[in-house]
T-cell receptor, first 114, second 115 residues
Framework: GAVVSQHPSRVICKSGTSVKIECRSL??????MFWYRQFPKQSLMLMAT?????????EQGVEKDKFLINHASLTLSTLTVTSAHPEDSSFYIC??????????FGAGSRLTVL | KQEVTQIPAALSVPEGENLVLNCSFT??????LQWFRQDPGKGLTSLLL?????REQTSGRLNASLDKSSGRSTLYIAASQPGDSATYLC??????????????FGKGTKLTVNP
């Protein structure tokens, strides 16, 4: 079946550094990918919609200059958290649309900013 | 291994009807359970979040219940409207003692509300 690989699964970084998270569709092409985050005891929330070859669409309240999204190919989208701070510590998960409307999710990435 | 099942896979109802969507999970050691809706080509929209210590949550015409011991959750939609037509997904979040976490999704129920 369709697989979305997300890497890394866990990352710990120092405050002020940048962290890149990759989301790959392994056996299908995804023109659209989505990035979500989930803070403790809160619901999973959509951050942005990533479209191959064009700029990402960000949800209200998500800083596009802080959360850089690149979707340069049909199988890879990356989320870079720039100048990360402790409040950016969260669980980040991506998903990709396969076929007509089937969402496939990555396993998620736990970011801890010290 | 946590598995999440949603029944039915598809549901078509006339406008105004009350309906129930079902979600079951195999491992009751969950951190929380969430219900989402997905419109075609769009990302998920969060509907309700139920912590493991809670039994239900309500938002407008939506009510979600959680029975951890039996591994079940239901999403009740009152007075359905055509705008409710979407795919509804439930997801359970687990966190192991070692700190690894997973978010496991069901395959969804595609709801069509006919005018």
């Amino acid at each position: 079946g369709a697989v979305v690989s997300q890497h890394p699964s866990r990352v710990i970084c120092k405050s002020g550094t940048s962290v890149k998270i990759e989301c790959r569709s392994l056996d299908f092409q995804a023109t659209t990918m989505f990035w979500y985050r989930q803070f403790p005891k809160q619901s999973l929330m959509l951050m942005a919609t990533s479209n191959e070859g064009s700029k990402a669409t960000y949800e209200q309240g998500v800083e596009k200059d802080k959360f850089l999204i690149n979707h340069a190919s049909l199988t890879l989208s990356t989320l870079t958290v720039t100048s990360a701070h402790p409040e950016d510590s969260s669980f980040y998960i991506c998903s990709a649309i396969r076929g007509a409307n089937v969402l496939t999710f990555g396993a998620g990435s736990r970011l801890t900013v010290l | 291994k946590q598995e999440v099942t949603q029944i039915p896979a598809a549901l078509s109802v006339p406008e105004g009807e009350n309906l129930v969507l079902n979600c079951s999970f195999t491992d009751s050691a969950i951190y929380n359970l969430q219900w989402f809706r997905q419109d075609p080509g769009k990302g998920l929209t969060s509907l309700l979040l139920i912590q493991s210590s809670q039994r239900e949550q309500t938002s407008g015409r939506l009510n979600a219940s959680l029975d951890k011991s039996s591994g079940r959750s239901t999403l009740y939609i009152a007075a359905s409207q055509p705008g409710d037509s979407a795919t509804y997904l439930c997801a359970v979040r687990t966190i192991t003692q070692g700190g690894s976490e997973k978010l496991v999704f069901g395959k969804g129920t595609k709801l069509t509300v006919n005018p």
